[in-house]
């Protein structure tokens, strides 16, 4: 089975353009959830979606927003990317939500760089 | 706010040689606790999760410990290979993960 697929893996905007990030989770799975990543750092929580609905938000801007669809892929939209966006942007997939035990599956990742 | 510490940061060791690697946390009332793998540039990788009920799990050459009343994790990896030379992270929580900064291992030929 195919795990957590992304697109794209490398990206390169400018400043105050917008970008989308995709994530598809593992079949089955219907928790994905967003983090950033920047270098040297550990990863940061930024959304969690299960059954399409928003289940969390982390400490980030309004300009980042995200949605989860019927198939339960995911997209993660940055507007008015900033220099500071730059970093590794990582999808997770899990297979249910609100439980001890869940194990959380992490795609490759998907290299922001804003210039 | 649960507050995830790794320490050390970095650490190179000889092939044979066992790995310890520490995680802290400061709220101890946790879901789940589980250690990640990241190699450079790459996304992570599952090694190990501990359920709250729990006090170690344990796959292969690894073995991972929980002590919730304490605040700690830690990751055994017995008789360390040039392949596990990566970065660990360990990371609590039930949906929303908080990780810690990792610990960057080198194994040395």
């Known amino acids: 089975d195919a795990g957590v697929t992304q697109s794209p893996t490398h990206l390169i905007k400018t400043r105050g353009q917008h970008v989308t990030l995709r994530c598809s989770p593992i079949s089955g799975h219907k928790s994905v959830s967003w983090y950033q990543q920047v270098l040297g750092q550990g990863p940061q929580f930024i959304f969690q979606y299960y059954e399409k609905e928003e289940r969390g938000r982390g400490n980030f801007p309004d300009r980042f927003s995200a949605r989860q669809f019927p198939n339960y892929s995911s997209e993660l939209n940055v507007n008015a990317l900033l220099l500071g966006d730059s970093a590794l942007y990582l999808c997770?997939?899990?297979?249910?939500?609100?439980?001890?035990?869940?194990?959380?599956?992490f795609g490759e990742g998907s290299w922001l760089t804003v210039v | 706010k649960q507050e995830v510490t790794q320490i050390p940061a970095a650490l190179s060791v000889p092939e044979g040689e066992n790995l310890v690697l520490n995680c802290s946390f400061t709220d101890s009332a946790i879901y789940n606790l589980q250690w990640f793998r990241q190699d450079p540039g790459k996304g992570l990788t599952s090694l190990l999760l501990?359920?709250?009920?729990?006090r170690e799990q344990t796959s292969g050459r690894l073995n991972a410990s929980l002590d919730k009343s304490s605040g700690r994790s830690t990751l055994y990896i017995a008789a360390s290979q040039p392949g596990d030379s990566a970065t660990y992270l360990c990371?609590?929580?039930?949906?929303?993960?908080?990780f810690g900064a990792g610990t960057t291992v080198t194994v040395r030929a």
């Open positions: 997770a997939s899990s297979q249910s939500w609100g439980y001890s035990g869940n194990t959380i599956y």
């Open positions: 990371a609590v929580g039930e949906y929303k993960l908080s």
């Open positions: 501990i359920q709250s009920s729990q």
